[in-house]
């Protein structure tokens, strides 16, 4: 298929509230990376009482403990619904808080426990020690394997039955400190503890996301033109293993 022809819609969960870091630059990064190629790209904000549509990536990002508090109900009101549409190939990419309120819930300090939207089989308890620091971590599905961001939060997050880690950790501390792995992925579900924003500094999980969009939405691989990131490879490589 030719790419002028693409289209992908993409639906930003909740972004008054979850958008800690400037995660708003994955939106950035998919839309451009869509755009560079001629891809159509539907985009949705999707506000706190909103309806969630349907679309083929859904994207919410990290918050402060009483963000997460602010949203988790309301997105647990659409659990069966973001559940389903799991189970039709969408793809999600939640960023820290967002990926924290993925798995089955969040215990906060001192604070009730935060139902989630089990879109994957994990869970989050708030540790003693807050990571804060680079992170490079090395997966086994991506070229190149890496991937670099910025890491803050003090959530532990434990993974569970088909729910596997997205990388392991080089440098930084990843889900828990104690595992040695980082973010998760179950089906087309994907989170990471990676701030940066994460996307623009790492293009290839970008387009490894967009081609997963694309598959949803027209059932067959799409291989994406390659794009002049000199640039981007550039900040990525000189991120790898940078010092926590
Ligand atoms: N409040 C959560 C924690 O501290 C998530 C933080 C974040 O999104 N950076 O673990």
Redesign the pocket.
Same mark, same amino acid.
């Given at each position: 298929m030719e790419e002028e022809n693409l289209k992908i819609s993409i639906a930003h969960l909740y972004p008054e509230l979850?958008n800690?870091?400037g995660d708003i630059g994955n939106i950035i990064t998919l839309k451009k990376r869509c755009e560079w190629r001629g891809i159509e790209v539907e985009f949705e904000e999707i506000h706190y009482g909103d309806k969630i549509n349907e679309h083929d990536l859904y994207f919410i990002? /990290? $918050?402060?403990?009483k963000?997460?508090e602010d949203v988790a109900d309301e997105l647990f009101k659409n659990k069966w619904f973001l559940m389903g549409e799991r189970d039709k190939g969408a793809v999600f990419l939640g960023?820290? /808080? $967002?990926?924290?309120l993925f798995g089955h819930y969040?215990q906060?300090h001192d604070k009730p426990k935060l139902k989630g939207i089990s879109l994957m089989d994990a869970y989050?308890v708030?540790?003693d020690k807050?990571f804060i620091g680079n992170v490079t971590a090395r997966t086994d599905f991506l070229t190149p394997e890496t991937l670099v961001g910025f890491?803050?939060?003090?959530?532990?997050t434990y993974l569970e039955g088909e729910t596997k880690p997205l990388a392991r950790i080089e440098t930084g501390n990843g889900n828990n400190g104690q595992d040695g792995f980082e973010g998760a992925r179950y089906k087309n579900v994907f989170g990471t503890?990676l701030?940066g924003s994460f996307l623009p500094k790492n293009p290839h999980f970008a387009d490894y996301l967009i081609e997963l969009a694309l598959k949803k939405r027209y059932g067959q691989n799409i291989e994406l033109q390659e794009l002049d990131d000199k640039i981007e490879k550039l900040t990525h490589n000189s991120l790898i293993n940078k010092p926590y």
């Open positions: 979850l800690l870091y990002g /990290g $918050g402060q403990d963000q997460q960023i820290c /808080g $967002g990926y924290q969040y906060p989050t708030a540790g807050r890491e803050n939060h003090s959530g532990l503890y701030h």
